[in-house]
């Protein structure tokens, strides 16, 4: 198979280097960057397109879009139009303008298509999920599920405030950058029916994007969920506390463990996660999960359909936060 790496910053160049760790295929990049393309040409022996029409000449049997969020759905529109099967860095847009022609597209086509969301790889949420899904916890009742991260301290080679997170126009933002956690709490617990969100740029960081986001949902299956994400916080955090009729479950990246509580033992279990867990482990499984789905022609777990559920929420959680008021989203029962 040709892969064709459509933007190669750090995390095209993160699918590159796994791809190649994969050894799936042949690879090509194509990238506006001049720099950046000279670059990954030389460290890693391919060859580099500045124009998108020579690269997708070359005939790529898939297309990874890793541009800017606001350039995913018309880069991936032409990469379907000359047949390729897609993998899209989250989030799968900034809007819903053009998403259900894709999927139109995609599906005429045959095409399989992915949405990276990595966090569903990473252990934590695995065993989660897992929990989740045995008896263990009993009826849900309520989940609090949040990233706390300093976006200044992102990508310290950057101007944080000239980067696509700082800029809405590009897709920026935390509700859309940091769209892992809302991602996971539709993966956890099912399509919500309301949206609450109190979400504001503080004017901490001299960007134009919001900055930190509340949001409530309600569940069609009845849970309470709280989601917080933020660009301000000093200390890195990701956690997850889900409170059950029969167990307690918490989560925290830092401390590398899940923990739950089981109520009639009265006893804690804890699960943690592999010693020295290398963090790339989550790209590279989630990589060779869609490789291994193209090859069997195979549905994926998040295809652009799948994808378009999660940001509709975060869209609506952007849309209450405007009006001051909950927001009924497409998951909502008739």
Not at 64 to 89: D, N, Q, R
Not at 239 to 253: D, M, P, R, T
Not at 315 to 331: D, H, M
Request: aromatic share 8%; net charge negative; hydrophobic share 40%.
């Amino acid at each position: 198979m040709l892969f064709l790496i459509m933007g190669l910053g750090s995390i095209g160049q993160r699918h590159l280097r796994n791809l190649l760790s994969l050894g799936a295929g042949e690879i090509i990049g194509y990238d506006v960057n001049e720099g950046i393309r000279h670059k990954v040409a030389d460290e890693h022996g391919i060859r580099t397109y500045g124009q998108m029409e020579q690269a997708l000449a070359k005939g790529p049997d898939v297309a990874l879009i890793c541009t800017p969020t606001s350039l995913h759905i018309p880069h991936a529109l032409v990469a379907a139009e000359h047949g390729c099967h897609l993998f899209i860095e989250k989030p799968l847009s900034h809007s819903l303008d053009q998403v259900d022609l894709l999927i139109r597209i995609t599906s005429a086509n045959n095409l399989v298509t992915m949405v990276g969301c990595n966090m569903r790889f990473h252990p934590g949420p695995l065993r989660i999920k897992s929990i989740l899904d045995s008896a263990a916890m009993g009826r849900v009742y309520f989940a609090r599920i949040q990233t706390c991260s300093y976006l200044p301290g992102w990508r310290p080679w950057q101007d944080y405030r000239q980067s696509y997170s700082a800029r809405p126009e590009l897709g920026g933002g935390c509700v859309l950058d940091c769209i892992h956690e809302i991602d996971l709490a539709r993966w956890y617990l099912g399509e919500p029916k309301f949206v609450y969100s109190i979400t504001r740029n503080l004017g901490a960081l001299g960007i134009d994007a919001e900055e930190i986001s509340e949001v409530l949902c309600e569940f069609n299956s009845g849970v309470v969920g709280s989601i917080h994400l933020d660009y301000v916080s000093r200390s890195y955090e990701r956690s997850a506390h889900i409170i059950g009729e029969k167990a307690s479950l918490f989560w925290s990246y830092k401390e590398a463990a899940v923990l739950l509580y089981l109520a009639e033992k009265e006893a804690w279990e804890r699960y943690p996660h592999p010693l020295n867990y290398d963090t790339n482990l989550m790209f590279a499984d989630e990589l060779a999960y869609f490789v291994s789905c193209v090859q069997k022609s195979q549905r994926t777990y998040n295809e652009v359909d799948e994808a378009r559920r999660t940001l509709t929420l975060a869209l609506a959680a952007k849309e209450s936060s405007l009006k001051g008021q909950p927001v009924r989203t497409g998951g909502a029962e008739s």
